[in-house]
């Protein structure tokens, strides 16, 4: 049986006390109650409220959040963790947040508290206090009683100065506008407006929007996927959640349509990247993790692509994730519990992922950790601010294509006083690496590109073989996008093949200048996007032993390649010559001492050459 607390918001008048009484009650006698998704806010700064008769002190952002919802003549009842949950109860926490996928989808309704602003005008008008019982019977988009957002229309044509507010207002109705499916250039703003400057003040109402708390929470994901209704409150503003849906799915397609080009500038793209960014990175998920699951672990994919999201808590960046998918979490025997360290809790995490799944798959694609944190551990409470949701998506999509060295058995694998031991073996030392270009457009890349190739010497070198079967041109242009496409009818990444990875050099020649492009074959915009994705924050490298690949900036010369038995991609590891008492006394006499530098792509070890070709080589390696 689930047994819960429910808020009762007691009704009144807009100035009076909030008063609140709590109850329990079991879900499975299928209460009627609605939920609230909202971020805390400052704990440290708090106002009393009364609930059971008695002051209970709550932060600033939730005490706005229930004057907003509490009804003048009717009482609500409520699911909020803030008040539902005894916080400093470590086991009353671990149970509550186990439930937390059944609350939300029983729920009602799960409002949406973005916060509150001060609503007034460039003019100095101020809309009245309102209540969301009273915003959600008169439409403020569409009421001349409080405010006509056209008047903010004319007077941004006007050049008047428009209030945070007004900017706001602005970008709702315009999401309104899209959600309905017109086109951009029926927007008021777009066909009066010849300076399309103006568009900048849609862009600054849409960062001021996302600037609201609640944007960056790691448990809004769930909260707002498992609601049967979301609806979106912002002051007196007042939205149902799949507007904002429909409006960032609408923007995207009319951007890239011929019937609205003529709007379309920086202002305008940039706005829709960060609009459809922040809406499609939380309602994206049903596409890409629970209608349509990874093949290797759920439970994982969830945990790669949020990493991006804020927790008070950093056990909160697992906790957070795990009613997206429960069954993968139950399979792995990880359940909510705050009695588990942070650290301890990753450590967790890992080990049954290997356990489950006799994979390394857990261990890929993590940078940067914090100090203090083993260099080959997911570091789910750091995580890099210019690694976007979107990338995130797109690589962990690149390492289901690969296969270095899966085994169908068990793997020897153990983890002690967090040394991570498995079995690996050396392919390659790096003894060349090229000055690191920052990316900002294809431009930038075919910059760094030609780095790379000046490295590898692929002009100097036409017929230079890689091996017996392909030559260095072919090996350097499937290095570059490692061995991944997006097809031009962009369904779904894919392995490269010989036509495609051949039109690397009159790709490379008209990108270059040294001939003109004479046609619009498909291939060129697979190419564009295809290095850009490849080898964003990548850095190439040559081996000693003559193989080229792509890893982790941070990598050195020096710095080995190694496969390890049970990952899916090579790995760029750093020898320690001496580690410290402490881990001499953990380790194994003979033990190979090293530090993780990061998953890597070696060009000709990603498809099991490593333990076909050298399978003596194969020795139990010590990872710090």
């Not at 109650?33 to 002051?55: C, N, Q, R």
């Not at 507010?165 to 499916?181: C, D, G, P, Q, V």
């Not at 010559?577 to 530090?595: E, I, K």
Request: charged fraction near 25%; glycine fraction near 6%; hydrophobic fraction near 40%.
């Amino acid at each position: 049986m689930h047994e819960i607390c429910l808020l009762t918001i007691i009704h009144g008048e807009w100035v009076d006390v909030i008063r609140c009484k709590r109850d329990r009650v079991l879900l499975e006698h299928n209460p009627t109650f609605e939920a609230l998704s909202y971020a805390w806010g400052d704990t440290a700064i708090t106002t009393p409220i009364v609930v059971d008769g008695e002051d209970f002190q709550v932060t600033l952002n939730l005490e706005s959040a229930l004057r907003r919802l509490r009804n003048k003549e009717d009482d609500r009842v409520i699911w909020i963790d803030q008040l539902c949950i005894d916080q400093r109860n470590e086991d009353e926490k671990s149970q509550q947040v186990g439930y937390m996928a059944e609350i939300f989808g029983a729920a009602q309704r799960v409002f949406i508290w973005l916060g509150d602003d001060e609503e007034t005008s460039g003019t100095g008008f101020t809309l009245p206090a309102r209540s969301v019982e009273e915003a959600e019977k008169s439409d403020l988009l569409d009421s001349k009683a409080y405010w006509d957002v056209r008047t903010a229309t004319i007077r941004l044509l006007e050049d008047k100065r428009l209030s945070d507010w007004e900017k706001i207002a602005t970008l709702l109705y315009f999401i309104r506008h899209l959600a309905s499916n017109e086109h951009l250039v029926d927007f008021p703003i777009f066909p009066s407006v010849t300076n399309l400057s103006h568009l900048k003040t849609l862009k600054e109402g849409a960062e001021l929007l996302l600037k609201k708390r609640w944007w960056n929470r790691i448990w809004v994901v769930q909260e707002t996927l498992l609601a049967k209704e979301a609806t979106v409150v912002l002051g007196s503003w007042v939205l149902p959640w799949n507007i904002f849906v429909s409006a960032a799915i609408n923007f995207y397609q009319h951007m890239r349509s011929p019937c609205c080009s003529r709007v379309l500038d920086l202002e305008l793209a940039e706005l829709q990247r960060l609009f459809h960014g922040a809406i499609w990175t939380i309602a994206g998920t049903l596409s890409y993790a629970v209608e349509r699951p990874p093949p290797e672990d759920e439970l994982l994919y969830l945990l790669w692509a949020f990493r991006f999201k804020q927790a008070t808590d950093d056990r909160d960046k697992v906790f957070g994730v795990l009613s997206l998918n429960k069954s993968a979490s139950l399979r792995h025997g990880i359940v909510p519990n705050y009695s588990l360290g942070t650290l301890q809790l990753y450590l967790q995490v890992v080990e049954k992922h290997i356990e489950a799944t006799s994979t390394l798959h857990s261990i890929v694609n993590w940078r940067p950790r914090r100090t203090g944190v083993p260099t080959w551990l997911p570091d789910w409470a750091s995580a890099d601010p210019d690694y976007s949701w979107t990338e995130s998506i797109n690589r962990n999509a690149f390492y289901t294509f690969y296969c270095a060295w899966r085994s169908k058995d068990k793997l020897d694998v153990t983890i002690s006083d967090k040394i991570l031991r498995c079995t690996g073996i050396l392919v390659g030392t790096i003894s060349a690496v090229p000055k690191y270009i920052a990316l900002s457009g294809l431009t930038q890349t075919i910059q760094m590109l030609s780095e790379w190739r000046s490295m590898a010497n692929v002009d100097k070198n036409p017929d230079k073989r890689y091996t017996d079967i392909e030559s260095w041109q072919d090996a350097f242009s499937r290095t570059v996008i490692g061995d991944i496409l997006l097809p031009a009818d962009r369904y779904g990444y894919r392995r490269a093949r010989k036509e495609e990875w051949e039109f690397f050099g009159r790709w490379w020649r008209i990108k270059t200048g040294v001939e003109q492009q004479t046609d619009e074959h498909k291939l060129f915009e697979v190419w564009d996007a295809a290095v850009q994705m490849a080898s964003q924050r990548q850095s190439f490298f040559l081996t000693e032993e003559g193989y080229m690949g792509t890893g982790p900036l941070s990598l050195v010369e020096g710095d080995q390649v190694y496969v390890l038995k049970g990952s899916n991609v090579p790995f760029i590891l750093r020898p320690v010559n001496r580690p410290d008492d402490a881990q001499r006394r953990s380790g194994v006499d003979g033990d190979l001492y090293c530090t993780m530098v990061g998953d890597c792509y070696c060009h000709g070890m990603m498809d099991g050459e490593a333990i076909r070709k050298l399978p003596e080589q194969a020795k139990l390696v010590s990872i710090l």
